[in-house]
């Protein structure tokens, strides 16, 4: 293989095609629930299932990426997205709808986890999941502004889902294979920041579950509070990803100049006051207003997210695992959000979303600050801890430059003159030949003149 670095397209293409069944989420669930003569709560539970399938694909495949090679489980996954959501599609009935939907999650998930563990490889993370999140709201957004005008019922979204993922097949191409001779080794060294990884795990679970009990339930909020059509709905979800590239844009651009703890914490309270905002609304403007604040900050906060996890573990473990615990709490998010909504209303299901939202951003700005949310600057390696930091400072971008040798202490340096080089050329005598002694021969002096 080329010592080369690979472009980030390849990962960036499977990114969008793992994460796009989540984003067309809201239009997943409202038509399997006009078309398919599902209740609410039963359409809300085969989006779950379909997330929950993705997500025990990442658990399974964490840490084994690297055993595999980038190629064939991307290749996997998206065979099985094209034969799930292929199938889904084409069904009309209601349990081959749901095993094409597991089918499919399964796929999306393998998609995701192979995309998650070559973006923590690379040299900036968060620039890539950055470009991943663009890619994947823009053809989302493309398909809220189509989707809506084409009609088909249940099944034009996940056909849509299975033609992306047969476009992103050529991409896979560009992607690493397994090691020669056969698989490397397992990896069998322990997790580094397990403290750290385990409550930004946590965290994203609760974060992603807030965030999709509202997503999962936006296009009914449009549709039965507000009293818009489908078409209008779909312009607003169009408009606020649109917005979201925007964000995302602006978070490439920013980088890693303020950390991660600013964008991070800051980000969470405003998509709290969004999510509030938004399940209250009784007309276009603050339902549209709640929506598109929502999905410009929430893509923002999640590119840093993304690259915080990757800045855990260079071999996308804690990558995988996060991304999985967030997909488990996606997958609940479509339940809770159509149980909350039937027994206590929209509204004050936003406030308890709101809520919950509020209280992860205390941890998610802890793990931040604790293990990368300034730069590291000239100097920190020996101040914050080492070899870790060094690792760290690889891992995240945080230099832009060369960077110390992992455990290698700071050195003092001191100026050293020469001494002035004589004019004079040696003469030949000045020199004896090398051997075991000073003997003519021997070379205890192997060189005596003056220079």
Known sequence: MSSRPRAAWPLVAVFTAGYLAAYLLPTVVGRLSAHLGLGPAQA?????????????????????????????????????????????????????????????????????????????????????????????????????????????????PFASIAVVALLVWPATARLDGAARGGTAAPVTSRLPHRRSGLVLAGCMLVWSMAQNALWGVSSRIGAVQVGLSEVTVGAVFAAALGTGLLGVMGAGMLGARLGRAVPIGMGTVVIAGSIVLSSSAGSLGSFATGEILWNTVYPVVLSYLIGLAASLDVRGRWAVLAGSASSVGVACGPVLGSVLSERAGYPVMGLLLGAVTLLVAAPFTAVALHTGGRPLLPGAVRRRGGAPAALLAVTSGAVPGPVPQLGAPEQAVAEISPPALRRRRPSRSAFRTAGPSGTPGGGAQSLSGDL
């Open 44 to 156: 809300g539970l085969v989006g779950s299932a379909l997330l929950l399938s993705s997500a025990t694909a990442g658990f399974t495949l964490a840490g084994r990426v690297e055993r595999y090679g980038q190629r064939g489980p991307a290749r996997i996954g998206l065979l099985l997205a094209m034969a799930g959501y292929g199938c889904a599609a084409l069904a009309g009935s209601v349990p081959l709808v749901v095993a094409g939907v597991v089918v499919g999650g399964l796929g999306s998930g393998t998609a995701t986890a192979v995309a998650a563990a070559g973006i923590a490889a690379r040299r900036d993370p968060h620039r890539t999941s950055s470009l991943g999140l663009l890619s994947v709201s823009a053809t989302a957004g493309a398909l809220y502004l189509t989707i809506p005008h084409l009609g088909g019922g249940h099944r034009l």
